[in-house]
């Protein structure tokens, strides 16, 4: 096993709350198998909190105010890596923990920051790109500053007589997500990989029958 997922999926949730502590003991489980955990928080539950805990890596869909939100959470789960956030044809959202650099001193406002990222982006390219910051110290208003970047990545802009049916998208973002931590894929790659495959989704009716093969030539660049 290279990762373990934790959804929204139906069994997971109508476990009876007796059970809950054998799920609790698979962190320290895993951890010392160097097996990381998934969480995919699309979904509200009583343990939801608790499942976050558990967490390495966290993806949901959306909130009111996504970077703050982002900041938030990685300083109240502060063994997580990064979350991010999906946001259907919008493309997604990152922030990406750093432990390897100094911070620097001076604190960036997380939401400004988005701003500038977004202006970055080129409404012209129709492939999934990938904008980050640097790693700076960044300030969410209320909730603190974590050390870290902030990633705005886009989603392919797949031209109006090939998008079939977006049922699934959003999971096979994930899927392309975990498929590339367990290959050690680097975050430059992930992100534009991912919106591909979930774009490849699209291309077909229904959650899998679109879903690109390995050989598949668009994926062939981030593959190779």
Request: glycine share 6%.
């Amino acid at each position: 096993m290279k990762l373990l997922l934790l959804d929204r999926s139906p069994p997971l949730f109508k476990i009876s709350p007796d059970r809950w502590p054998l799920l609790f003991c698979l962190k320290p489980s895993a951890s010392c198998r160097n097996i990381p955990i998934l969480v995919d928080a699309d979904h509200k539950s009583e343990w939801l909190g608790d499942l976050l805990k558990l967490a390495d890596y966290v993806a949901w869909t959306e909130a009111p105010s996504i970077p703050s939100a982002l900041v938030s959470m990685l300083l109240r789960l502060p063994n997580i890596k990064f979350s991010v956030v999906t946001l259907g044809e919008e493309g997604c959202i990152m922030l990406e923990r750093s432990v390897n650099e100094d911070p620097p001193t001076e604190e960036i406002d997380i939401d400004s920051l988005l701003e500038l990222l977004m202006q970055k982006t080129d409404d012209s390219i129709t492939f999934p790109t990938f904008v980050p910051s640097s790693v700076a110290k960044l300030r969410a208003n209320k909730f603190g500053t974590i050390h870290g970047r902030l990633i705005v990545g886009t989603a392919e802009k797949i031209p109006p007589l090939e998008l079939l049916d977006t049922t699934g998208a959003g999971d096979a973002f994930i899927g392309a997500v975990l498929y590339a931590i367990c290959t050690n894929m680097p975050t430059e790659k992930m992100l534009p990989f991912a919106a591909q495959v979930a774009a490849g989704c699209c291309r077909g009716f229904g959650a899998r029958t679109g879903l690109p093969y390995h050989t598949d030539p668009r994926l062939t660049s981030f593959l190779s």
